[in-house]
């Protein structure tokens, strides 16, 4: 696995093609502060739960300074048949070949995959039964381990978030609270 980033670090800059196909520039969110969520595939039960509920925040967010970005490991027709279908708010960044989360340094665990599936039950029955994310096809690995990036208006890593299992992304009460207190540190 390729080194993970800690906080202070320059976050890595890129410019890739988001699911529409417009040019995504990292430095482009300069002078604003940014969550950079990387998520398993498209159709993953989990991930379209999060990526829903981050949907439900990004206006509010918006107007407190946040901007948001979400890459799969998926191909961009993979989102827009899973997970691009909710019609979100902000940006998600297909990433097959999986070039960022190598830069970002996220990873593959299988025990991080078990213990979701005796940790999470109660998260992936909402997400398949209430939610109707039913999972589908998996590319890239389907023991991918989520990671979240906050990210300072100067480009340097506020604060790195790296799962322990697929379901494990920064709290929401927690990225609330950076939020509250403009420090993310």
């Keep these: ?22 040019a995504v520039d990292t430095r482009n969110f300069r002078g604003r ?23 439900g925040l990004h206006a509010g967010w918006q107007t407190r300074g946040l901007d948001m970005l979400a890459v799969f490991q998926s191909p961009a027709d993979k989102l827009r048949q899973y997970v691009g279908s909710q019609h979100l708010p902000f940006p998600l960044i297909p990433d097959p070949e999986q070039t960022l989360y190598q830069r970002y340094g996220v990873g593959h665990s299988w025990v991080g995959f078990l213990v979701a599936w005796g940790k999470r039950l109660p998260e992936i029955g909402r997400a398949v039964l209430r939610e109707g994310y039913f999972p589908g096809s998996v590319e890239g690995g389907i023991h991918r381990i989520p990671a979240d990036f906050l990210i300072n208006p100067g480009g340097r890593i506020a604060e ?7 379901g494990d992304h920064l709290s929401i009460a927690r990225i609330e609270h950076q939020l509250a207190n403009r420090s993310f540190s």
């Design 33 to 55: 502060w940014l969550l950079l969520s990387f998520y398993r595939y498209a159709s993953c039960p989990l991930c379209n739960l999060r990526v829903h509920e981050l949907s």
């Design 160 to 166: 790195a978030h790296y799962g322990r299992d697929i």
């Design 1 to 22: 696995m390729n080194k993970r980033l800690c906080n202070g670090e320059f976050a890595p800059a890129f410019r890739v093609p988001d699911l529409q196909g417009d």
